[in-house]
């Protein structure tokens, strides 16, 4: 619908105190196009989700590591890529289901949540080298 | 320049963090009149057209007076 | 006073959208230090004059260029660079006084602000190059 053509990037230390950092810049770049604050909403979700995956997993919290959140904007859709170059994930089908995480205490519900929560989503990952969580959501009203 | 400061200072930016609660509940309000008459959510953009906020301003109004999310809030470090 | 460092780089599109981009990344990435909201607020203003000046005057407007919000937190300051790849300035000096503008409608008041809300501020600039604002804001609080 929009013909606007917009992208940011940034690159941010792997540090917690980004997270909702990551969240609003995420929110205030969605913000240009059709979504309702609930969608705006889920966005948000997605986007902690997969900066606390990078922190918590792919830099095992050691704050010296670098977490790209790449977004664009074309032909009326939103693309956002978070992408990490930590350890990577060995089984990414196994990282997917519900309920599956390496860390004792966690609900492993991130990787979940992302999926439900926008349109499309691809994991691309190498163990050693990094993991790039790509994501794609359409605002409801233009479909 | 103390002048521009000092009027920023004691006239606009006391308004600031009034104004941030004042924004979240007139796009409350909003919002409810919109779903009542429409019976779907309005877009941010459309509650930028409306209220004359910017979608930055809604974005921010929204984060500042977000209840922690409490269905989520376990997998938040 | 505080002993955290933390640094995010935002590389966006020349694009006016993104002045409003810039300012609410700033301001929540400046969140992390111990300013008011006043502050905040002059943060905003700063990023939002010299976001609009790479658009208008480093990029005239076109909407390819590319604008760079570099963002550092370290011994308890806040360092911003905002920088383009554009036009540049002939002479700075000119540039930062009250009022000058090369553009007919504008105040010629941007870089003014940017000098009185900051603590520190610098131009660097080459005529065909860019511009570079380097500034520095430290909390009140922890002075
Ligand atoms: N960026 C990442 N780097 C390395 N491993 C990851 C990354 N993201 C996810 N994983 C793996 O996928 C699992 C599931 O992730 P997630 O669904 O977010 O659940 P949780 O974070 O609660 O463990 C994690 O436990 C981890 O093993
Ligand atoms: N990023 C930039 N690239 C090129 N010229 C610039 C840039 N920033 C400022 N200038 C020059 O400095 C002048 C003064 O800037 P400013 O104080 O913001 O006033 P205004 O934007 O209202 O003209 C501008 O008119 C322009 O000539
Ligand atoms: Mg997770
Ligand atoms: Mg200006």
């Known amino acids: ?143 | 320049i103390g002048e521009i400061r000092r009027f920023i200072r004691d006239d606009g930016l006391v308004k600031v963090s009034r104004t941030l609660k004042e924004s979240a509940s007139r796009i409350r309000k909003f919002k409810e009149s919109f779903i009542k008459e429409e019976g779907r959510e309005p877009t941010v953009q459309e509650i930028s057209q409306k209220t004359g906020l910017t979608p930055e301003d809604i974005i921010n109004a929204m984060e500042a007076v977000q209840e922690p999310t409490s269905l989520f809030s376990p997998i938040f470090e």
Chains 1, 3 share one sequence.
């Open chain 1, 1 to 143: 619908m929009e013909m606007i053509k917009n992208r940011a990037r940034i690159e941010m230390s792997s540090m917690s105190e980004n997270i909702g950092f990551a969240r609003i810049a995420a929110a205030t770049f969605a913000a240009q196009l059709n979504f309702t604050l609930a969608e705006i909403e889920e966005i948000k979700v997605a986007v902690s989700e997969a900066v606390s995956n990078c922190i918590i997993h792919g830099y095992e919290n050691r704050p010296d590591g670098t977490i790209v959140l790449n977004m664009t904007i074309e032909d009326g859709k939103l693309k956002i890529e978070v992408e990490d170059f930590g350890v990577g994930i060995e089984d990414i089908e196994a990282a997917m289901q519900p309920s599956f995480t390496t860390s004792e205490e966690r609900m492993g519900l991130g990787l979940v949540f992302i999926n439900s929560f926008m349109n499309e989503m691809e994991i691309i990952s190498t163990p050693g080298e990094g993991t790039l969580v790509r994501m794609v959501k359409i605002p409801e009203k233009s479909e």
